[in-house]
């Protein structure tokens, strides 16, 4: 029987993302090999989010320059308004197959590989179209509410 338990490497050690999941592992491995396996290429939901923006800031900021995308049908072209799709089939992925060798986004490493094709991709659109579309960072902000007894504001802020 295989069991899967996933942890995070702390100061020279592993620790286990779950004690309970752990302790099961260890009475049924118990005198087992265990394998350790790298998984940073697993994405967080933000990252993988920024990274969708960024296919639609990029369609956008084609658009409103005027630019298309040309699509050979039958000897013919076709004239494309550009969409995030377009943006992540026609320009993220060939990309990223060339530069990490990786054909799907959900195999990327969670940092480098998309800082490597994020920049190759800003630097062509800034030769070739004049424009800079920068990577969508997740702003955390936290607001404070601080009332008094009778449930007057008395301060809004953002963190």
Same mark, same amino acid.
């Given at each position: 029987?295989?069991?899967?338990?996933? +942890? $995070? &490497?702390?100061?020279?050690?592993?620790? #286990? =993302?779950?004690?309970? %999941?752990?302790?099961?592992?260890?009475?049924?491995?118990?005198?087992?090999?265990?394998?350790?396996?790298?998984?940073?290429?697993?994405?967080?939901?933000?990252?993988?989010?920024?990274?969708?923006?960024?296919?639609?800031?990029?369609?956008?900021?084609?658009?409103?320059?005027?630019?298309?995308?040309?699509?050979?049908?039958? +000897? $013919? &072209?076709?004239?494309?308004?550009?969409? #995030? =799709?377009?943006?992540? %089939?026609?320009?993220?992925?060939?990309?990223?197959?060339?530069?990490?060798?990786?054909?799907?986004?959900?195999?990327?490493?969670?940092?480098?590989?998309?800082?490597?094709?994020?920049?190759?991709?800003?630097?062509?659109?800034?030769?070739?179209?004049?424009?800079?579309?920068?990577?969508?960072?997740?702003e955390k902000e936290k607001e404070i509410v601080l009332k008094t007894n009778d449930d007057h504001?008395?301060?809004?802020?953002?963190?």
């Amino acid at each position: 029987m295989n069991m899967l338990v996933y +942890g $995070k &490497i702390k100061d020279m050690g592993i620790v #286990p =993302n779950s004690q309970r %999941e752990w302790l099961d592992f260890l009475e049924i491995n118990e005198n087992k090999d265990v394998q350790i396996k790298r998984t940073t290429y697993v994405r967080t939901e933000a990252q993988n989010n920024a990274i969708h923006k960024y296919f639609e800031m990029v369609s956008t900021s084609l658009t409103e320059k005027g630019l298309t995308f040309d699509l050979k049908i039958g +000897g $013919k &072209i076709v004239k494309l308004d550009w969409t #995030p =799709n377009l943006v992540k %089939e026609a320009m993220w992925k060939p990309i990223m197959k060339a530069l990490v060798g990786k054909s799907s986004t959900t195999q990327m490493d969670k940092v480098e590989d998309i800082n490597k094709i994020y920049d190759h991709i800003n630097k062509f659109l800034s030769e070739n179209f004049q424009l800079h579309v920068p990577f969508p960072h997740e702003e955390k902000e936290k607001e404070i509410v601080l009332k008094t007894n009778d449930d007057h504001l008395l301060n809004n802020q953002i963190l």
